[in-house]
């Protein structure tokens, strides 16, 4: 079975800060694919960043960048310069050949 | 665009009762997700729909689940009978392209339904 942890409920920072969310994770799979989905308000399930298990370079996009040790079985995902519409729920996700879990999500606020 | 929309918002029912909850999707996506979300489990997939084709339904808790997509514009969720361990918000989600995999790409929720079974 695949199991998602995110050990951190809530977090809050100053706007223009970095933060980072971390994310462990376990599978007995060697392909999969891991994610960190945005929650706002909204409700919308937006799709942050995306890792395939097998490349090793770390996956970014513009202020977003993760740290993926595979062997550590870790997801961490850097927000870098945070900006006030980053405020929202981060889950991290995994997807093996079986169903996608999610972590219990991290609620994230970026304070003015 | 209305967005993806859930009834009923909120439902409060007794146990041993069949509960039908409903969603219409974004008109144009293909793909239609239903999730639960508890305290203890966090988010979970319970089952999704391709082109009103049930592809993954392993999510699904037991056999009092069930769920159908009769046309593109119009799923339910049932649960027969209800228990209280069912208590939780159930979201329905839409989006163009499946989650997960090489291709993923945003899903929109809907705004819930917050169950209780008493």
């Known amino acids: 079975a695949q199991t998602v942890t995110q050990s951190q409920p809530e977090m809050s920072v100053q706007e223009a800060e970095t933060v980072t969310l971390s994310c462990t994770y376990d599978?007995?799979?060697?392909?999969?694919?891991l994610f960190w989905y945005k929650q706002p308000p909204s409700r919308q399930m937006i799709l942050v960043i995306r890792?395939?298990?097998?490349?090793?370079q770390n996956a970014t996009e513009n202020r977003f960048s993760v740290n993926f040790q595979k062997a550590a079985k870790s997801f961490s995902l850097k927000i870098s310069d945070s900006q006030l519409g980053d405020t929202a729920m981060y889950f991290c996700?995994?997807?093996?050949?079986?169903?996608?879990?999610f972590g219990q999500g991290t609620r994230l606020t970026i304070n003015p | 665009d209305a967005g993806v929309i859930q009834s009923p918002r909120h439902e409060v029912t007794e146990m041993g009762q069949e509960v039908t909850l409903r969603c219409k999707p974004i008109?144009?996506?293909?793909?239609l997700f239903w999730y639960r979300q508890t305290m203890m489990r966090g988010l979970e997939l319970l089952i999704y729909?391709?082109?009103?084709?049930?592809?993954?339904d392993s999510g699904m808790p037991e056999d009092r689940f069930s769920a159908k997509m009769p046309n593109a514009s119009f799923s339910t969720l049932k649960i027969q009978p209800s228990e209280p361990r069912d208590s939780a918000v159930y979201f329905c989600?839409?989006?163009?392209?499946?989650?997960?995999?090489?291709?993923?790409?945003?899903?929109?929720f809907g705004p819930g339904t917050r169950l209780l079974v008493l």
């Open positions: 989600a839409s989006s163009l392209l499946p989650l997960g995999g090489a291709r993923s790409e945003t899903q929109y």
């Open positions: 996700v995994i997807q093996g050949a079986q169903k996608l879990v």
């Open positions: 008109s144009g996506h293909d793909y």
């Open positions: 599978t007995s799979e060697n392909n999969y694919y």
């Open positions: 729909f391709n082109n009103n084709v049930p592809i993954d």
């Open positions: 890792q395939e298990a097998y490349k090793q």
